[in-house]
């Protein structure tokens, strides 16, 4: 970062100086084609015009190198106007001041007069070249420091983003980690073995976790297998009471999508259907492509509470939702439906995007 504003300062103190060069040139070149129109050329007004060039650079530079070391940009609007409204004035008298001594140090026959008709003229002159240099030089600088400000905003929301991220998925490894132990919990005493099985999946979803949740993306593939290892562990617990499939098309395994998508929605439909089904019910997750898109849907044994139909559907579900809208400039977001056979549908189309 520091060798990046290091370049970039170096060039644009190059390219200050190339505009500074080539802009008084350019007014050195304009006056001269005047002198000659005028048929007022001669060598004293040709070298005292390029000294005055020279003077002009300077005075302007100086200018420039006052506020690049102080707090201009750090004052109030009015201030700046008025600093600049007077350095304005101020250096459109110097500059022909300066201009008539040099004139006379060419040319000693010439007499020193100031405050003339003349004079004024050089004056008016000059102003009207260094209006255009101020305006310039302020309207650079204020792009400048807006490029700088929108950058540092951009930056800003970035590492806001990846800290919204960090804090989600904080929030949602705990909360799978607390179904998966409690599915266990209920085994350990009554059927061992079943328990040793449980422990088994539990290793396998929490290989899967650890690996792919500090991942931005991960394939379809990897999620569908995270989610029939949920599913396994959770019919150890629920036994007949519940029964499950898992069908993704093929063709999308290689798809990406954010991490623990069907399985937040999975621990959704045992949470708020199956669990609170007496005789339990089934649970079907479908994932397919609808044009360029991929169209996930789970469905679950149960109804819509009255909590739920308002959006409140638990940590897992909010979390998911906020996460789609960080990852996904469409902000998709889920669409919970109460369908006709005592069954509740959670579904959401995603874009189609591939692992590189």
């Given at each position: 970062?520091?060798?990046?504003?290091?370049?970039?300062?170096?060039?644009?103190?190059?390219?200050?100086?190339?505009?500074?060069?080539?802009?008084?040139?350019?007014?050195?070149?304009?006056?001269?084609?005047?002198?000659?129109?005028?048929?007022?050329?001669?060598?004293?007004?040709?070298?005292?015009?390029?000294?005055?060039?020279?003077?002009?650079?300077?005075?302007?530079?100086?200018?420039?190198?006052?506020?690049?070391?102080?707090?201009?940009?750090?004052?109030?609007?009015?201030?700046?106007?008025?600093?600049?409204?007077?350095?304005?004035?101020?250096?459109?008298?110097?500059?022909?001041?300066?201009?008539?001594?040099?004139?006379?140090?060419?040319?000693?026959?010439?007499?020193?007069?100031?405050?003339?008709?003349?004079?004024?003229?050089?004056?008016?002159?000059?102003?009207?070249?260094?209006?255009?240099?101020?305006?310039?030089?302020?309207?650079?600088?204020?792009?400048?420091?807006?490029?700088?400000?929108?950058?540092?905003?951009?930056?800003?929301?970035?590492?806001?983003?990846?800290?919204?991220?960090?804090?989600?998925?904080?929030?949602?490894?705990?909360?799978?980690?607390?179904?998966?132990?409690?599915?266990?919990?209920?085994?350990?005493?009554?059927?061992?073995?079943?328990?040793?099985?449980?422990?088994?999946?539990?290793?396998?979803?929490?290989?899967?976790?650890?690996?792919?949740?500090?991942?931005?993306?991960?394939?379809?593939?990897?999620?569908?297998?995270?989610?029939?290892?949920?599913?396994?562990?959770?019919?150890?617990?629920?036994?007949?009471?519940?029964?499950?499939?898992?069908?993704?098309?093929?063709?999308?395994?290689?798809?990406?999508?954010?991490?623990?998508?069907?399985?937040?929605?999975?621990?959704?439909?045992?949470?708020?259907?199956?669990?609170?089904?007496?005789?339990?019910?089934?649970?079907?997750?479908?994932?397919?492509?609808?044009?360029?898109?991929?169209?996930?849907?789970?469905?679950?044994?149960?109804?819509?509470?009255?909590?739920?139909d308002k959006g409140r559907q638990g940590i897992g579900i909010s979390n998911l939702n906020k996460r789609l809208k960080l990852f996904y400039p469409s902000h998709p977001e889920l669409i919970l439906q109460q369908m006709k056979d005592d069954r509740v549908a959670a579904s959401i189309q995603l874009p189609i995007t591939h692992s590189n």
């Open positions: 970062m520091n060798k990046y504003f290091r370049i970039d300062k170096v060039s644009r103190k190059k390219l200050y100086w190339i505009f500074q060069a080539c802009g008084w040139l350019a007014m050195l070149f304009y006056e001269l084609i005047n002198y000659i129109g005028l048929g007022f050329f001669t060598i004293p007004d040709f070298l005292s015009l390029m000294g005055l060039t020279v003077i002009a650079m300077l005075f302007t530079h100086l200018y420039r190198y006052i506020i690049n070391h102080s707090n201009f940009n750090g004052q109030a609007y009015i201030f700046q106007f008025f600093w600049m409204l007077v350095s304005w004035v101020v250096m459109s008298v110097i500059i022909p001041l300066t201009g008539t001594f040099l004139f006379y140090f060419i040319n000693h026959k010439v007499k020193l007069s100031f405050f003339n008709l003349n004079f004024f003229m050089n004056v008016i002159n000059w102003s009207r070249y260094l209006a255009v240099w101020l305006l310039m030089y302020h309207i650079s600088k204020f792009l400048y420091y807006k490029s700088k400000a929108d950058l540092r905003q951009l930056h800003t929301v970035l590492e806001l983003q990846t800290a919204q991220l960090e804090i989600l998925r904080l929030q949602l490894n705990p909360h799978f980690l607390f179904n998966a132990l409690n599915s266990i919990r209920s085994l350990i005493i009554t059927d061992g073995d079943q328990a040793r099985n449980a422990t088994t999946l539990l290793s396998q979803l929490l290989r899967h976790t650890l690996n792919y949740e500090r991942q931005s993306f991960i394939t379809l593939q990897q999620e569908s297998e995270i989610v029939r290892d949920y599913l396994a562990l959770e019919k150890i617990r629920f036994e007949e009471r519940l029964e499950y499939c898992v069908d993704v098309d093929p063709d999308l395994f290689e798809v990406t999508v954010p991490p623990s998508i069907l399985l937040t929605l999975a621990e959704n439909a045992i949470k708020h259907g199956i669990n609170k089904l007496v005789k339990g019910g089934s649970i079907v997750v479908e994932v397919k492509r609808m044009k360029d898109h991929v169209f996930i849907m789970v469905t679950n044994s149960g109804k819509i509470t009255v909590n739920e």
